[in-house]
């Protein structure tokens, strides 16, 4: 069966930077690409970019544009989302969302179980 | 850059009850959308893709309709377990953009 594994919550000081990661199993992993969200306590969804994990392409929200990189791991199955320059308001529960491209799209048929990120002095 | 509003941002229901949420783009986006339901704590899961392709496991009370800018989810006889927060999400060019989420109280 599908699924999506990340990595433990992790607590950081302003300035720092973060690197969540997403096993993937039970599909090829190079058949599908992932998207990355994050959700502030109390707050909405908010997409931060999309990585292909066939070619490594990157599509980034400009909101993170400068700040974040999204990688890939082939030999693991494994995404990779890092953060830097942390702020206090980058506090959020961090998502990897799988999507699966074509003719038609299916955005975020499975996605991981959710990363807490804490910023905090 | 495309916005996606939805509405309401909240609303109260009964169980059987048919429940509607319109979500609403601020220019053309064919049928580039999706429906996503999430519990408190959980991470969300896809209900509809494409605007009204229910996703597989869904139970089929929920429906998506609507192309262009105006687009509608249905819970048809609303159950326990549907009380939850509903986002849409525009899907196009590998850009994701959420609407602003809609919580179903009881």
């Known amino acids: 069966q599908v699924q999506l594994v990340q990595s433990g919550a992790e607590v950081k000081m302003p300035g720092a930077s973060v690197k969540v990661s997403c096993k993937a199993s039970?599909?090829?992993?190079?058949?599908?690409?992932f998207s990355w969200v994050r959700q502030a306590p109390g707050q909405g969804l908010e997409w931060m970019g999309w990585i292909s994990a066939y070619n490594g392409h990157t599509k980034y929200a400009q909101k993170f544009q400068d700040r974040v990189t999204m990688t890939t791991d082939t030999s693991t199955s494994t995404a990779y989302m890092e953060l830097r320059g942390l702020r206090f308001d980058d506090t959020a529960v961090y998502y990897c969302?799988?999507?699966?491209?074509?003719?038609?799209?299916?955005?975020?048929?499975?996605w991981g179980q959710g990363t807490l990120v804490t910023v905090s002095s | 850059a495309i916005q996606m509003t939805q509405s309401p941002s909240s609303l109260s229901a009964s169980v059987g009850d048919r429940v509607t949420i319109t979500c609403r783009a601020s220019?053309?986006?064919?049928?580039?959308l999706g429906w996503y339901q999430q519990k408190p704590g959980k991470a969300p899961k896809l209900l509809i893709y494409?605007?009204?392709s229910l996703q597989s496991g869904v139970p089929s009370r929920f429906s998506g309709s609507g192309s262009g800018t105006d687009f509608t989810l249905t819970i048809r006889s609303l159950q326990p377990e549907d009380f939850a927060t509903y986002y849409c999400l525009h899907d196009y060019n590998y850009s994701w953009t959420f609407g602003q989420g809609t919580k179903v109280e009881i």
């Open positions: 220019q053309g986006i064919r049928n580039d």
């Open positions: 494409a605007a009204s």
């Open positions: 969302a799988r999507v699966k491209g074509g003719i038609v799209v299916v955005p975020g048929d499975y």
């Open positions: 039970g599909y090829t992993f190079t058949d599908y690409a």
